[in-house]
């Protein structure tokens, strides 16, 4: 079982939609989980990270951590074209710990 | 705006060559990982360096692959006798101290002819 795991999608929904992305992880020993977005052809970009369960909030991204059933989601709210990426979701740990990925769902969103 | 910083953002190399990827942290910054992206995976890590330190290189290959990130200058990832297979997209990334978050570079595309 992999530890981390992405629908690779692709996923389309049309402009304004409210959009979830999901992941699942097999190890608790984590303790951090981010999600970065990654356009075509360029670098990962941070979009989120949290540390414990429940919501964290920013902008039209809210990003969820459930441990109990480890489950990690993010939500775009009134989603953009702007927003047609890949979405990567990983976990970590402490200062210094590789982080592990999952290998990113393809979101298209269409005006 | 001093984000990381990668060169060369592409590099052909023929079978057998030798590939060298520079690495530049972020300011402030003195945690450097590296990453491979191979087409239809995810991102794998490789290898984790602070200043004249390998901390961690769990991820690398044991042969062929070698990294270091010296006093002065760039992290630098090495690739002797570059293969088909080492085709691929490499991430450098890095942290501050104590920092859990990990900031990434634009990548270096490595097209192994």
């Known amino acids: 079982q992999k530890e981390v795991e992405q629908d690779p999608g692709p996923l389309s929904v049309p402009e304004g939609a409210i959009v979830s992305l999901n992941c699942t992880y097999s190890?608790?020993?984590?303790?951090?989980f981010m999600w970065y977005r990654q356009y075509s052809r360029k670098g990962p970009e941070l979009l989120m990270y949290?540390?414990?369960?429940g919501n964290k909030e920013d902008g039209r991204f809210t990003a969820q951590v459930d441990k109990s059933s480890k489950y990690i989601s993010l939500f775009i709210r009134d989603s953009q074209p702007s927003d047609s990426a890949t979405y990567l979701c990983a976990k970590g740990g402490q200062a210094g710990t590789a982080l592990i990925f999952g290998k990113g769902t393809t979101l298209s969103v269409s005006s | 705006n001093a984000g990381v910083m990668q060169n060369p953002r592409h590099l052909v190399r023929r079978r057998g060559q030798e590939a060298r990827l520079r690495c530049s942290p972020m300011?402030?910054?003195?945690?450097v990982y590296w990453y491979r992206q191979l087409p239809e995976e995810g991102l794998k890590f490789m290898v984790y360096?602070?200043?004249?330190?390998?901390?961690?290189e769990s991820g690398m290959p044991k042969e062929r692959f070698s990294a270091e990130f010296p006093k002065e200058g760039p992290s630098i990832l090495r690739i002797q006798q570059v293969v088909r297979g080492d085709s691929a997209a490499y991430f450098c990334?890095?942290?501050?101290?104590?920092?859990?978050?990990?900031?990434f570079g634009p990548g270096t595309r490595l097209l192994v002819l």
């Open positions: 990334a890095s942290s501050r101290e104590g920092g859990e978050t990990q900031y």
């Open positions: 949290t540390y414990s369960s």
């Open positions: 300011k402030g910054h003195s945690h």
């Open positions: 190890n608790s020993a984590f303790q951090y």
């Open positions: 360096l602070q200043k004249e330190n390998i901390i961690d």
